[in-house]
């Protein structure tokens, strides 16, 4: 586990590009008024930790300046030394979707990383699993109280036969009856359904438990033809196929699960190339440490992952849309950049029909932790996207079929997005936090990495990496990138258990479903 470190009590902040008219105080208990920084700077409010101190004197109508960019303007004079608060600024207005630069500024490949593996799962599919699990897979809400007595007892009295096997999961969700399933968006929470079953570290082994009578139906989720499930042996149960009642279901169900779980315990570790990684990246909970600690060790462990070939997925169109024109410049081509922009206008006008618009992203506990708005906070998660090309844009529930840096469009709601990226085929999943939150996922394993060491000290139990010590000096970006590039390929491989998985904290699948319900 991480390393804890103690922090000295002098005044400390950090300023992140040479424009920048505003640095984020590190100290834990922030600083008072009257506190002299060794740079020359005098405060003259009490500045809480993560929260900004300007730089200058800004005029009314000034740019307040972050990450090189502006994040608002001032309402009033904001005095030099003074505390940058969130009713100060006003919003600069979302960039325009029409004129953006598509693929101007394509970062150049990196030397590419030899000779870095883990111990996977490989699949008849080609993908490779990080852990090996039953999935069990549903068609509709009505199935989930049988399932999860029935899973209940395959833990408890199959599971301990086939020690070769990681966990069996039951894939419940709300969808699949009584939701508008002709309509002109239902395609985004069928297609999620069917590529959570074909996640690797299913095996290619999923079922399907089905009542019978719903709308979704189970060759929707599974059919003939597709080589990235198994569909040999029995693979669906019929809740109304039972004769016998509730005890027959459960017995039906058991012994599904138990020719699976023989063939699964069949299967061992061996070692894969790193390339075989597909990390999904997001964060939640976030304060205005996250992008100057944990986001960019993330970014530089993507540019590492990358490097040896790896797939690397980033996600929360919210959170990227204020921040959009640096990552078309990024697009590996034109193609690639005017995919993102799709993206950026379905998203808009998806928030326009509930009259909302990307202010609604940013939370109470983000603003107390320092961040004033959406624009200064997607500038900071972008960070986790590194300095590398983007190669591939996924719409919300599609699966990844290409290695690379890709752009997997998403709600930024933790288990939405984590549910998607789940779709997308991600084998391991990292997850940054300042605010703290003990999220995790029954599918993948989470890496949960904090923006700060008090919080990694009070949550020791929790947090697996504590990127704090960025802010504290005791570790650079680049040395903490290194950390989670081989922290991530020691848990893809088992050697490491993440604290949520030693928990078994799980957060349901929660589909994205932007079509009507009936
Ligand atoms: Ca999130």
Redo the contacts with the bound molecule.
């Keep these: 586990m991480s390393q804890l470190i103690e922090h000295s009590d002098s005044p400390r902040f950090i300023r992140l590009h040479p424009q920048d008219n505003v640095m984020v105080v590190v100290n834990d208990q922030g600083v008072p008024a009257g506190t002299a920084f060794a740079e020359g700077l005098v405060t003259v409010d009490h500045i809480p930790q993560s929260h900004k101190v300007c730089l200058e004197d800004v005029p009314e109508g000034g740019r307040i300046i972050r990450y090189g960019q502006t994040i608002g303007y001032a309402k009033q004079l904001i005095p030099c030394g003074s505390w940058v608060r969130e009713d100060q600024l006003s919003m600069p207005t979302a960039p325009e979707l029409a004129n953006l630069p598509l693929s101007t500024d394509v970062p150049e490949a990196q030397e590419p990383l030899e000779g870095y593996t883990f111990e996977g799962y490989r699949n008849a599919d080609g993908t490779v699993g990080t852990r090996n699990i039953l999935g069990i897979t549903t068609t509709v809400q009505c199935v989930t109280g049988v399932l999860d007595h029935a899973v209940k007892r395959i833990r408890e009295e199959l599971l301990p036969k086939y020690p070769n096997v990681d966990d069996v999961v039951a894939l419940t969700h709300s969808y699949g009856c009584g939701v508008a399933i002709t309509a002109t968006d239902a395609y985004i929470p069928i297609r999620t359904v069917r590529n959570l079953a074909r996640n690797p570290n299913l095996g290619g082994e999923a079922l399907v438990i089905s009542l019978g009578c719903e709308k979704l139906q189970a060759e929707q989720v599974m059919h003939q033809g597709d080589s990235s499930v198994d569909l040999t042996d029995p693979w669906l149960y019929r809740l109304q196929d039972s004769s016998h009642g509730f005890a027959e279901m459960i017995e039906q169900i058991m012994e599904l699960a138990e020719v699976r779980l023989r063939k699964l315990d069949q299967r061992r570790r061996e070692t894969v190339p790193a390339s075989e990684l597909i990390l999904g990246m997001?964060?939640?909970g976030s304060d205005a440490f996250s992008g100057i600690t944990a986001n960019p060790a993330l970014g530089y462990a993507s540019d590492l992952l990358l490097r040896a070939g790896a797939t690397v997925m980033f996600s929360?169109v919210t959170e990227v849309r204020d921040a959009i024109y640096l990552l078309t410049s990024r697009a590996e081509n034109k193609e690639i950049a005017s995919e993102l922009v799709r993206e950026m206008d379905w998203y808009d006008r998806y928030l326009a029909k509930g009259e909302a618009d990307r202010s609604a992203n940013t939370t109470p506990g983000n603003k107390k932790g320092g961040l004033s708005n959406i624009v200064e906070k997607s500038l900071g998660s972008i960070v986790k996207s590194g300095n590398s090309a983007i190669n591939g844009v996924l719409g919300p529930g599609e699966r990844v079929t290409r290695k690379g840096l890709i752009f997997c469009a998403t709600p930024?709601?933790?288990f939405v997005?984590g549910t998607l990226q789940l779709a997308a085929g991600m084998n391991l999943h990292v997850f940054t936090t300042g605010r703290g939150t003990p999220y995790g996922l029954a599918m993948a394993p989470v890496v949960k990495v904090s923006t700060r060491t008090e919080l990694a000290q009070r949550w020791p139990d929790l947090i697996d990496v504590d990127a704090g010590r960025i802010a504290t000096g005791r570790a650079s970006i680049e040395e903490l990138g290194w950390e989670l590039f081989h922290y991530y390929l020691d848990v893809a491989s088992g050697k490491k258990k993440t604290w949520a998985e030693h928990y078994k904290l799980h957060n349901d699948i929660t589909l994205f479903n932007p079509a009507p319900i009936t």
């Design positions: 997001q964060c939640g929360e930024a709601s933790d997005c």
